[in-house]
């Protein structure tokens, strides 16, 4: 039996892409779509996927819940389509980003008869690309981080590039010092992150989604470069999540734990 998936957004430019990941997927079934901007219209114009499902306004209106709804909305959106899923028994893949620690507190508290994966990264090669860079840190005794976003990315630096520092910086809190004594251009160095540990944030015409970790010790660099070239990048992980979600109890930040990677 496929398991049935429903998406939030389903009209937004990750939503759409859900939606055609799932439909393509033989062990998923694409059974809900949510969207109020699209709310009436056929799912198969405003995401480009063969389907006969109506768009729906609020998950209140859908006649039947999926088991999983995938959530890539806005922040105050997602709070309250992530709450409507565990007041409702239905498991929760959220790539929505921005939440804070009381977000994750009144989920925790929520999710008591469903799932809830929570993951600001879906690529699994950055996914990876953060988990070596963790192994590598306590051999060398430099590292700086190097991340290049498209030239509309408002933030800085990226989310995966704060927490591939923060992980490093927790694998080995020792780096030797920075030793620039003159920066003639403010910023030069770019910004010290946990440890001390520099992050460089590039924004670039052409670019979607790259990041590249350098570590340097005695004779010898190691590189780690992870490049996203468009959305399709985020759909294996996503598509992992909804097949995965009903083992992984409670509320998983992250998608690590169900790529078994210890
Ligand atoms: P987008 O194109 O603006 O799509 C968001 C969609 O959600 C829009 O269609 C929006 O409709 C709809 N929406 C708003 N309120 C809603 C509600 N209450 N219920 C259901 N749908 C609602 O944005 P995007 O580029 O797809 O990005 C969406 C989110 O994904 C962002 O937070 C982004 O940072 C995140 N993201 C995460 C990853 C990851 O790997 N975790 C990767 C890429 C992006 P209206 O336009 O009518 O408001």
């Not at 059974?31 to 499902?53: H, K, Q």
């Not at 929760?92 to 994966?117: K, M, P, Q, W």
């Not at 460089?200 to 670019?207: E, P, Y």
Request: proline share 5%.
């Amino acid at each position: 039996m496929a398991i049935t998936v429903g998406v939030f957004g389903a009209a937004g430019r990750m939503g759409a892409t859900v939606c055609r990941a799932v439909a393509e997927d033989p062990e998923l079934e694409l059974a809900a779509a949510v969207d109020p901007g699209a709310a009436g219209e056929p799912l198969r114009t405003v995401a480009g996927v063969e389907s006969p499902l109506e768009v729906a306004g609020r998950p209140e209106h859908l006649d039947e819940h999926p088991q999983v709804m995938v959530d890539f909305t806005h922040l105050e959106a997602a709070r309250a389509n992530v709450a409507w899923c565990a007041a409702n028994g239905v498991h929760a893949v959220v790539g929505t980003t921005g939440f804070g620690e009381d977000d994750l507190a009144s989920f925790r508290a929520a999710f008591v008869d469903s799932n809830c994966l929570i993951a600001p990264n879906f690529a699994i090669g950055a996914i990876l690309m953060m988990r070596f860079a963790e192994l590598a840190a306590p051999w060398f005794e430099t590292a700086e981080v190097l991340e290049f976003h498209h030239d509309a990315k408002l933030d800085a630096p990226s989310g995966t590039a704060m927490r591939t520092i923060e992980r490093m910086a927790a694998a080995n809190a020792d780096w030797a010092p920075d030793p620039t004594t003159t920066e003639i251009v403010a910023g030069a160095r770019g910004g010290a992150g946990p440890a001390g540990i520099r992050v460089h944030a590039v924004r670039m015409r052409g670019m979607v989604a790259h990041q590249e970790v350098v570590l340097g010790t005695t004779g010898q660099t190691l590189s780690i470069r992870h490049d996203s070239y468009d959305r399709s990048s985020f759909m294996p992980g996503v598509v992992l999540g909804c097949k995965r979600i009903a083992d992984h109890a409670g509320v998983t930040i992250g998608l690590d734990p169900f790529l078994d990677l210890d």
